[in-house]
């Protein structure tokens, strides 16, 4: 019994030292494996008589599993919300795909829409007071616009 609370020590010991080396050298990846070493670590505590053999195809197991969860499940969430930040300071560019109603008729390719509570300038084709046009570009604070379909 005492042998598998070694065991079991072991393999805390070793998620602490992959997650402390995630923190020295950054990059996911480890983390990863250390939240498998640890879930070994509990696993053996649930089955205390678990043979090092068992022990070991289940870490691989284990990791194999985090590293999909991590590449699948975590990864594709943060890069979407690294982009969606990358426009945080660029509010032109999220109303890219928007429609709004012209408040001020594009005349000589100049005109004004609502967006929110406020007025943006923007450039296209004339269009009348009152017409729907969808952002399709930014070109400083002036947002360009066609037709809405």
């Known amino acids: 019994m005492s ?3 070694a065991l079991h020590d072991l393999w805390w010991i070793l998620a602490l030292l992959l997650i402390g080396a995630e923190l020295l050298l950054p990059g996911y990846f480890l983390l990863w494996i250390g939240i498998a070493a640890a879930a070994t670590g509990v696993l053996l505590l649930v089955v205390p008589g678990l043979s090092l053999l068992a022990q070991a195809v289940a870490f691989a ?3 194999v599993l985090a590293c999909l969860v991590w590449w699948h499940g975590v990864r594709p969430r943060l890069r979407l919300r690294a982009a969606h930040e990358a426009h945080l300071n660029r509010r032109g560019e999220q109303l890219i795909g928007q429609r709004y109603v012209l408040v001020e008729a594009i005349v000589n390719g100049r005109g ?3 967006v929110g ?3 943006w300038l923007v450039s296209g084709p004339d269009l009348p007071r009152g017409a729907m046009v969808e952002v399709y570009g930014v070109d400083g ?3 360009k616009v066609r037709p809405a379909a």
């Open 3 to 5: 042998q598998s609370f």
């Open 61 to 63: 197991v284990l990791a």
């Open 112 to 114: 004004k829409a609502r």
């Open 117 to 119: 509570d406020g007025q």
């Open 141 to 143: 604070t002036t947002l």
